[in-house]
């Protein structure tokens, strides 16, 4: 049996206001040129605890920390 995917539509996540997320930067260059989706804002922090399990990591790293408005 094979599967097509291509001919299915994409499944959009769908955010509530105030819910966050954190994904490590992995961007050339500068962080401060992230720009975030519209109707969430960004900030980026750089740390060495992750932070969304709390665990500490091997060395630092720059997160950008998203929250929707």
Same mark, same amino acid.
Request: aromatic share 8%; hydrophobic share 40%.
């Given at each position: 049996m094979t599967r097509t995917?291509?001919?299915r539509p994409r499944m959009a &996540?769908?955010?509530s206001p105030g819910t966050v997320r954190a994904r490590r930067w992995h961007?050339?260059?500068d962080v401060r040129g992230y720009r975030p989706p519209s109707a969430w804002t960004?900030? &980026?922090d750089l740390t060495d605890i992750h932070?969304?399990?709390g665990r500490a990591l091997a060395r630092a790293a720059w997160w950008i920390i998203?929250?929707?408005e």
């Amino acid at each position: 049996m094979t599967r097509t995917t291509a001919s299915r539509p994409r499944m959009a &996540a769908i955010y509530s206001p105030g819910t966050v997320r954190a994904r490590r930067w992995h961007g050339d260059g500068d962080v401060r040129g992230y720009r975030p989706p519209s109707a969430w804002t960004a900030r &980026a922090d750089l740390t060495d605890i992750h932070p969304i399990t709390g665990r500490a990591l091997a060395r630092a790293a720059w997160w950008i920390i998203e929250t929707k408005e």
